[in-house]
């Protein structure tokens, strides 16, 4: 991670002196980002977000990932994939830190972020429920009554209970699973899966491990934002991850896509060709 990493910029938006809020020093940039990008209708985000209470304590945070394909080197070390879905990867490309703004104000960033700076169409997001979740969705539901364009949809669903049927807004880390999702976030990290580069997120990665407890976070200083890269690997699991993946793939490079699909059909003779294209049978 710290050879990728580097000090992220800051870049002014008019949009966030409409609101009257300062995110200089809050907001940082990937400074090899193209922030033009950010409207481009065949590009897909993930934020994933934490929330805290504001007061000088822990942070609340929105880390923000490009859905992309994995370059033609990571695409050739894949191994034994099972999908397309395989062969893309979230690139860390901004990431908003900060213990001083309230919750309302934290709301009117992320509402700023998702829907008048990113296209908001293409924009998924893992909050974190905890204490203050329900507490943020409202706000993201009422702030900006005459121009209000925020969507519940855009909120990722997940079970709240290992046993429920249903699917709710938000994401819960409880003692039962956050150790899982540490550890498929060090495997994913591995295999390319995700591409993180922010001096700040490196820095409390480097910090964060395995306590004397037996439970994961920081030995030393925090881990709000290491946290909001490890329940971001939650997305891939989902049917959202899979829908963003089919519209990407009408944009690639067709080069790309070809080298995807050699790999990915390579061991089909020896496998008796069971990776037909269900087309084919209806012919």
Not at 191 to 214: K, M, Q, Y
Not at 265 to 276: E, V
Request: charged share 30%.
């Amino acid at each position: 991670m710290r050879k990728r990493m580097r000090p992220y910029v800051y870049h002014d938006f008019d949009e966030f002196d409409y609101i009257s809020i300062d995110t200089r020093g809050f907001l940082g940039w990937d400074p090899e980002f193209d922030i033009d990008t950010c409207k481009d209708q065949e590009n897909f985000w993930l934020f994933s977000v934490d929330i805290a209470e504001g007061n000088g304590g822990d942070s609340s945070v929105i880390n923000i990932f490009q859905v992309n394909p994995m370059n033609s080197d990571e695409i050739k070390n894949v191994v034994n994939p099972g999908a397309m879905y395989d062969f893309f990867k979230f690139s860390q490309v901004a990431r908003f830190k900060s213990n001083e703004h309230v919750i309302e104000d934290f709301a009117k960033v992320l509402y700023t972020l998702a829907v008048d700076i990113f296209y908001s169409e293409n924009v998924k997001m893992i909050i974190e429920y905890n204490t203050y979740g329900t507490v943020l969705f409202n706000y993201l539901r009422q702030i900006f009554p005459q121009r209000n364009d925020f969507d519940d949809e855009m909120i990722v669903k997940f079970k709240h209970r290992h046993d429920s049927r249903s699917l709710k807004p938000g994401i819960k880390l409880k003692s039962d699973n956050k150790a899982i999702f540490c550890q498929n976030f060090a495997k994913l990290y591995k295999i390319n899966r995700l591409d993180l580069t922010d001096e700040v997120t490196v820095t409390e990665a480097s910090l964060f491990g395995t306590l004397p407890n037996g439970s994961y976070g920081a030995q030393m200083g925090n881990d709000d934002v290491i946290m909001t890269c490890i329940t971001a690997t939650e997305f891939f699991n989902t049917t959202d991850y899979a829908d963003f993946v089919e519209e990407i793939l009408d944009f690639i490079d067709p080069e790309l896509h070809d080298e995807m699909e050699a790999i990915l059909f390579r061991d089909s003779d020896q496998q008796g060709d069971l990776q037909y294209d269900i087309y084919d049978l209806l012919k």
